[in-house]
């Protein structure tokens, strides 16, 4: 994945491989405990457990969801009261013209559009994709991280990080390589 | 209790065989990454022939809108009173199809049916193709489908809006935001799958194509918390919204007055009757579709045994629902309704009644039977019968109630045209075309979900063998 890169071969991450989602986990268990925070992993599937490893815990998602649907009924519906009863009232065989049991399907149908395309744009959102560099591509092996190996890395900027010792405590956690990656 | 569900895994698992992460990448993967050799150019090859037959018929529906558009919708046998016919049949029958892949996709996740990983891909892609011919029956059907933009809310000099009070309009904004809600689903479905393509793919193009469309997804934690966060709220929004469809569409007949159309049961009995026909289309392909891609350990008879009795199930309830339109034509105590049953039973269209009756009552009944949901062929050959019998269905409930009014003056027999044929032909023909380009050219099975699953059945075992050291050469590294 070479590519534009702004600080060409400045240090990145140690990246340490793993052949099971049990050995990442307890490596991810066993930096927590070492008190490391700048730690990522990454690997083919969601390895359940892995957010508490890493001590990681993010709600916005379903917040954004749940905005993204209230944007939706609210404009669902006041698109039907602005349209049938403000702007263009028509007399359809006597109905009331703010007929709310009619209005309700359109405006389910906004809600449940405005939610979905909020749960996916907030994902893609948040998650800073599309993005077609990233560091972590540097790293030796990384085509199998959407197969069937997985990789825990450990950022150059955490506070405790050190050369010597984060490596060290990587390869005690028995990986199959400890690498060193710039980018 | 999860000893006794463990037995149950392993007596009849989701998986068969002996699969690694490697090995379901192999299956699902490189169908679509080595071509060579698996799609020789050999007119005896499957794949070839619905191609090639599917393109045919899809030529058919170029030609069938064509015509169309430069003579009108004169061309259809629609007439007045019946002025909704094949076109909103087809409609009714292409969408009920596709709900069997949301429910499959949706209903099945937030229930925590691990089976549903096999088949959620390929059935989500049947609701999108599905969809897409749905909607270009009522798009036709508007007689001039270049304007059809003034179905949306869209400000213009005229200072006209549409009327929200009809069915018509809710089904505009039903059918859009299913389509597009489908579509998201199934996008972001693919994105870690696209990423496995792009890591696996030798060609640069083919690196390069796969990496744009998975937008430079890395599997980081921080991302698939996120991912399944999003993804299980769109399941939870899709499971309403496919029930809302369909019940809106249902609408479009039971909010009219019409003879037979008038009927509180219709939205329970149309949504029912989607995920009958659905399912009928999903093992209509599944069935030869695993032989074909070396799937049965993947697929498994599990699977065809399940969809099986949910297909059952759903069919009894739109029987049910049979029988609650005959019992209210005949407690509403109205002529006009006496009559349309009688039409039904007896009337020049009675074989549709009757053949409907078989197709949907009595021909799935062999399904009760756990040794007939193992015989692939017989399934298939109801599933066929199911899905010529929903068709009937919608035959019977919207032309059929037109053709007999409140008037007996305005009472007028309906017959289709060569065009009303080559019509609807001509969507199967594009439904099958682009199902087929989808099964050769994308993961077909979700990748990603069925590693998890495997690690969750077989645990340590699915990992692939342990090496040393890393087959590439470090190159960012010391």
Redesign the interface.
Known sequence: MAGYSRHKDAPYAIVA?Y????EILKAANTLREAGYKKV????????HG??EA?G?K?QR??WI?FMG?LTGAVLGFS??YY??VW??P?N?GG?PLM?IP??I??T???T??F???G??V???G??M??????P??????F??????RFFLAVEVNDPKFDDVETKALLESTSP??V????? | MAESKQKLMEFRPLIEGEQ???SI?QKVADLVLHQKGRYPVNLKSPWYIIMGTAIGIFHLLILSVGWLLYQGIGIWGNNVPTAWAFDIINFVWWIGIGHAGTLISAILLLMRQNWRNSINRFAEAMTIFAVMCAGLYPLLHTGRPWVAYWLF?LPNIT???????S?L??DV??VS?YF??SA??W??GLI?DF??M???AEKMWIRKLF??LS????????????????YL??AG??T??VL?VHT?VS?DFAVSIVPGWNVTVFPPYFVAGAVFAGFAMVLLLAIPVRKWFGWTEIITDKHIDWMTKIMLATGLIVFYGYILEVFYGWYSGTSVELKLLNFRFSGPYAWAYWSLIFCNGIAIQPLWSQKNRRKEGLIWVICLLVSVGMWLERFVIIPMSLMQNYLPSSDKNYYPTVWDFGMFLGTIGMFFMFMFLFLRFLPVINI??M??LL?KTQG?KA??A?????????????
């Not at chain 2, 200072?159 to 009070?165: D, E, H, K, L, T």
């Not at chain 2, 937008?215 to 999003?230: I, N």
């Open positions: 491989e052949g099971t989602p049990d990522e992993s990454y690997t083919p599937f969601p390895v892995m957010d890493i990681y993010d998602i379903p969801v649907g698109l039907q349209t049938a702007d263009y028509l359809i109905r007929s009619s209005m399907p359109v389910f149908e906004c449940i559009l939610a979905s395309i749960a996916v907030g994902m893609l948040m998650n994709l599309p993005q077609p560099y990233h972590i591509f540097n790293t030796p092996n085509r199998r991280c959407s197969q069937d199959l390589n690498a060193k990656v710039e980018g | 690694t992460f490697e990448d809310p200072g006209m809006w549409p009327n929200f009070r069915p309009m809710w904004f039903a935001t597009t809600v998201l689903f996008f972001v870690p990423a496995t792009r890591d696996r990496g744009l937008m430079g997804w890395r599997g980081a934690s921080r991302h698939w918390h996120r991912y399944e966060q999003a709220l769109l929004l899709s309403p919204l809302s809106i609408y990603f979900e590693k998890d690690y340590e990992a692939t342990r090496e040393k050291k890393p087959a590439t050469a470090p190159s960012g590294g010391e």
